[in-house]
């Protein structure tokens, strides 16, 4: 019975990822069962720490193996500049930028009349409370540039006004090494809107 | 600059078509055949080689055709002759994917998105179904001057988009309350309105600033003898930037979003903001506005309007769009067919058109014959259903 073969149930398991389709799937597959000792069985065993290490950081949603986290303890990190992200994975794009170096704060997800996602599906409270405890100096809102992430930036920055503190969002425009003439339009018009003297 | 041209298409169990190659080496190609021979469907499946859901704006799930067990997966792939050389376009439902899914390829590679098809191909329709647009709603005149716009502008599909999906957020906030009787956040409300007024104002300038670009054209007599139009545009934000920079229009939609919640909470909708607006037409030499025209007067005028409109594309991207005409000449009388013929060849554009009856594009097969009206162009007749083999599809 193909539902009771092992190797379809682990294509099966790996095609629901995100990235991988079937095929890939199957390809992974195949070359895992060529070498199992070299390459499935260290797998399996790493799939089992992480599942029981790893943990969301009580002060900013990132996944961990300490709580809090490694961002969050680091002392050599600038605790007063918060950025707030809408997931994990906009976390560690930004860690591969080395181009911050405060803390985090994830939202998991954005504002979704929609899809059923309002701010009390979001981590919206606990950044309030992280504020409200002092000593944060700034607020990035580093949110995707869709109409439900602008929205949300909109909202926490409506909800982060009394609080008083400085509300920045990301920059939109001309990507590095790229050249004009090949940006959309409305790229182009963001960039010349967020011009700024040299 | 040689025109915008589809020169090869290819279809894969799409619509009434199991499987269809067919070459189209000519500016004017004529499709002439009985009713349900397949014409519409071939120009429907030239237009999904562009950006969006094609001339009849139909569900993915439509398009495959019928096998024993629902639709069937489909493919539809054209090779276009353009200003920047040959490339080719392919459009379907994903190998092993969802049947509701629909996948691009440029050139082989899986296009980014739709932006990028809008690029190389741009492609204007008129169908029997547009013959309804002076009777209904304004959403309908809307949605064509949309598409009008989208042409020139690809953004401007994102800025409807973004206006539309923000204003559903707050229809479904403000029905939240309605239904449960909780007062939705008005920070989140204010959010929304936020993002429905940046994107409102821009799709509304890009309306007005298109609806001022083709009075232009027309006024200047860029539809040859075919008799003028003149477009109107009825949006209280498009007027309010005649007035007021974008920015202190978007405030005051901002300020006037607020103030009526409660009015559209009640409502179930909201009752203003550009996704109002409506276009007028107004038949020129008979100033009389297309509602009080007869039939034939307002095909005459949306042919009229699409020309100016192709004419635009040339003028702005470099290449004219693909004109898919279904049904468009046997509504006229003789001389406005003429008339639609003579603008036709005078254009850069290679445009398709469909009839019951071969006949009346006689004239077209005498252009032919004789000597072109304009050096190098030929013009080409196909007739349909057609048990020859592809190459020769034509006669002329």
Known sequence: ?198 | MPPLSLTRLMLRDFRSYPALTAGFHGRIVVVAGENGVGKTNLLEAISLLGPGRGLRGARILEFGLHGPEGPLPWAAAGRFRGPSGEFDIGTGTPEGGPAERRVFRLDGQPAKSQADLAERVAAVWLTPQMDRLFQDGAGDRRRFLDRLVWALEPHHAREVAAYDNAMAQRNRLLAGERREGRAPDPAWLAALEDAMARHGVAAAAARRGLVGRLNAALEGGITGAFPAARLSLHCAVAAALDQAPALAVEDGLRAGWAAERGRDAAAGATLSGPHRADLGFTHVPKSLPAALCSTGEQKALLVAVVLAHAALIEQTRGFAPLLLLDEVAAHLDAPRREALFGALAALPAQAFLTGTDPAIFAPLRGWRRCSAPCPGRSFRMAIFPCRKPPESLYYG
């Open chain 1, 1 to 198: 019975m193909i539902e009771h073969d092992p190797v379809e149930h682990l294509i099966g398991l790996l095609a629901k990822l995100p990235g991988l389709g079937r095929r890939s799937a199957r390809r992974a597959v195949l070359r895992m069962l060529m070498q199992p000792e070299q390459a499935m069985l260290p797998l399996a065993a790493a799939l089992r720490d992480a599942a029981a290490a790893v943990r969301r950081c009580r002060l900013c949603g990132n996944l961990d193996a300490r709580d809090p986290c490694g961002i969050c303890r680091d002392p050599n990190r600038d605790h007063g500049v918060i950025c707030v992200v809408e997931g994990v994975a906009e976390l560690w794009a930004l860690e591969r930028a080395h181009a911050h170096r405060g803390l985090y704060h994830v939202l998991g997800g954005t504002l979704s009349a929609l899809g059923g996602i309002g701010p009390e599906d979001l981590a919206v409270q606990p950044l309030l409370a992280r504020i409200a405890e002092g000593g944060v100096e700034e607020v990035i809102l580093a949110l995707p540039a869709t109409v439900d992430g602008a929205t949300t930036a909109h909202y926490l920055t409506d909800r982060l006004k009394p609080a008083g503190v400085p509300v920045t969002r990301l920059a939109q425009g001309v990507p590095m090494g790229g050249a004009l003439d090949v940006l959309d339009e409305g790229t182009l018009a963001a960039a010349l809107k967020a011009r700024r003297a040299v």
